[in-house]
């Protein structure tokens, strides 16, 4: 299978990484390159099994798109120490004749993981309604930053055997700046992966926006967006984000929103136990009884499958524009299971 650009960039940092990845050669399987970036960043993560029979994991890539995991093949461990320690760890890796090691310490505790070898474990899930609202105002459109993000992060990480054609068209988004979390943070912009030119448009993506405004039936809004490619700039990507709030353009946040739920779709849902499917199915469903009349969308917030995660409880959000104006402005409710209304 072809590798991932992120893994091509990692081996022409061979030098670098090799700091913390001592033996790493250019002949190494693409999982060491990933290790030695997680060590590098200072991003190792290890989780034990769940249950008997269950492999070690190291975190590699968490979204509501894809959980992948580098697994250690034939792992034994050795040592003291709790390996759900929440303080700081220090990680480093040795060889051990034919197999290799992770010595994990703090303090006086000192774990040792010996292992034979690495593959990547990739579980792709459908994302296609899935919303969070971590920060206030232009909902729709953070979500259609947030969005255009973790599918850049799983075609940039995983490589294309992992993205549809549509997907593929869709991480374009990620390099608009007139789109991107420049206006429209999803998050607080500490943990944003950010691009090293955010003012410049990324090959691609000017033409990719102004498609999807003539399938939104806004043919002035695309051709606005392909001069603002000719001429793209900070103020230019200003005056067109502002563009993007105006209620007259709300079909263009929708109509994206809808192909990323139509490429989130082609994916399985994430295999929870019964009891939180049936308790996400509950807020899934009062929050699109409570739209019906008043044009709003649902989206659902989960925790992840394979790590904990804040979110412990499944809910919905309901997202209705507010009265008219000539700004998008929208009420945010949320509702869970345990809820009466």
Do not use: N
Request: hydrophobic share 40%; proline share 7%.
């Amino acid at each position: 299978m072809e590798e991932s650009s992120f893994v091509r960039q990692c081996r022409e940092r061979i030098d670098e990484l090799k700091e913390v990845l001592p033996g790493l050669s250019k002949e190494s399987p693409g999982e060491f390159f990933l290790l030695a970036e997680l060590l590098a960043r200072d991003l190792f993560e290890l989780l034990p099994p769940k249950e008997e029979g269950d492999p070690w994991r190291i975190t590699y890539l968490m979204s509501d798109a894809a959980e992948c995991f580098l697994i250690p093949e034939d792992p034994v461990l050795t040592g003291s120490g709790d390996l759900a320690w929440e303080e700081e760890m220090d990680v480093s890796f040795t060889r051990a004749g034919t197999r290799f090691a992770l010595v994990l310490r703090q303090g006086e505790q000192v774990a040792t993981l010996f292992f034979s070898g690495l593959f990547l474990e990739v579980s792709c899930y459908d994302y296609g309604d899935i919303g969070h609202f971590w920060l206030p105002g232009d909902e729709l459109l953070r979500l259609v930053q947030f969005k255009a993000e973790i599918v850049d992060d799983k075609l940039c990480y995983l490589g294309e055997a992992y993205c549809t054609e549509l997907e593929k068209k869709l991480a374009l988004l990620y390099g608009f700046p007139p789109l991107s979390y420049l206006f429209f943070p999803a998050a607080p912009r500490k943990y944003l992966r950010q691009r090293e030119h955010p003012f410049v448009p990324a090959p691609g993506a000017v033409q990719a926006a102004a498609d999807f405004a003539r399938e939104a039936g806004e043919e002035a809004l695309a051709k606005r967006i392909l001069r603002y490619g000719a001429h793209p700039g900070r103020l230019s990507a200003r005056l067109l984000a502002e563009s993007f709030r105006s209620r007259s353009h709300l079909s263009f946040p929708k109509t994206l929103l809808a192909r990323f739920a139509e490429a989130g779709h082609a994916y399985p849902a994430r295999p929870f136990p019964e009891k939180t499917k049936a308790a996400l199915e509950t807020c899934r469903r009062k929050a699109l009884e409570a739209g019906k009349a008043q044009q709003g969308l649902a989206f659902v917030e989960v925790p992840y499958l394979a790590a904990q995660d804040e979110i412990t409880v499944p809910r919905a959000a309901l997202v209705v524009p507010k009265a008219k104006g000539l700004r998008s402005a929208f009420r945010v409710t949320w509702f869970d299971a345990e809820d009466k209304t």
